[in-house]
């Protein structure tokens, strides 16, 4: 799930949330949106392999 910053920048968080904190996982913030997203296929990846 990848929303944009307020700075600009694009921040991917995990699908599910953290059931301590009620929220969810950052996994990196990127300058440009095909950075996050790129990044996010690489999780999904390995997530599976």
Sequence with gaps: MIRKL???????YSRKKNPKTNKRRNLGTFDT???????????????RH
């Design 33 to 47: 949106l095909e950075g996050a997203q790129k990044h996010e296929q690489d999780v999904q990846y390995f997530k």
């Design 6 to 12: 307020k700075s600009g920048k694009y921040r991917l």
